[in-house]
């Protein structure tokens, strides 16, 4: 039963990332990879520091580490392009899941 049970969510997972998740290519050291990214986040200005001040949140796309073969991912060097846009790369942090969320800007 619990394997029936890990195979129904295995087959939900998918079916969630291929309907939700945005092609794009992630470029690391010269290389690129067609990848998936799970979870996409638009930047925002409606942030408030403890200042009063607004801050920019910068964009964020959250990938499988998988996807690119888990290459390390060098900051301020490796880019992805997602959406018709190329954004550099400016964090890349693992979540010990096998998903890479990487910090971007430009674009």
């Given at each position: ?19 939700l ?19 996409w ?11 009063g001040e ?5 964009p ?25 846009r ?22």
């Open positions: 039963m619990a394997d029936v049970y890990r195979g129904l969510v295995g087959a939900a997972h998918r079916a969630v990332r291929a309907v998740g945005a092609d794009a290519t992630v470029t690391v050291d010269g290389t690129a990879y067609a990848v998936r990214v799970v979870r986040e638009p930047p925002r200005t409606a942030a408030i520091g403890p200042d607004a801050i920019d949140s910068r964020a796309a959250t990938l499988l580490h998988a996807d690119i073969d888990d290459s390390p991912v060098t900051p301020h060097s490796d880019t992805i392009a997602v959406g018709g190329t954004y550099a790369i400016e964090d890349a942090k693992a979540d010990g899941l096998g998903r890479l969320r990487l910090t971007l800007s430009g674009g």
